[in-house]
């Protein structure tokens, strides 16, 4: 969302004239555009996937549990970046769960990522490590 932008329900609350379809969805408008400007509409919205794990305790102040939705093999990896996106360390995966510890990283935001053994990212959560 911005500032500068109008957002508003389409067509059939609006009473414009129906060229075509009618469509009913959410609609975005720059305030700048001409007032007979028309817009296309997006007519769907991706589902978000389900986390491939979990952390716990999030924030932290050591260690961390991570719980996996699936096994995974020894080519796929954990990676903890700090908010610069400099890699940290890595952890190679092997069954459902591993425990991090995070002890000798200074507090604040880090991410963590999972990659597979191709190094394709596949899940990424933020984690908060306290003093």
């Not at 609350?13 to 296309?40: E, M, R, S």
């Not at 990676?79 to 890699?87: C, I, N």
Request: negative net charge; contains cysteine.
């Amino acid at each position: 969302m911005s500032a500068d932008t109008l957002y508003g329900q389409t067509c059939k609350y609006l009473h414009c004239v129906n060229q075509g379809p009618q469509v009913n969805f959410i609609a975005k408008w720059p305030l700048d555009a001409p007032a007979d400007t028309c817009f296309a509409v997006a007519q769907g919205v991706q589902e978000a996937a389900a986390p491939a794990f979990t952390l716990r305790p999030n924030p932290t102040s050591g260690s961390v549990h991570l719980a996996f939705a699936n096994a995974h093999q020894g080519g796929d990896r954990i990676v903890l970046s700090d908010a610069q996106g400099r890699e940290l360390a890595q952890w190679r995966m092997a069954g459902s769960d591993l425990d991090l510890d995070l002890g000798g990283h200074a507090a604040g935001a880090y991410l963590l990522t999972l990659r597979n053994a191709a190094g394709r990212t596949l899940h990424q959560q933020t984690l908060i490590v306290e003093p």
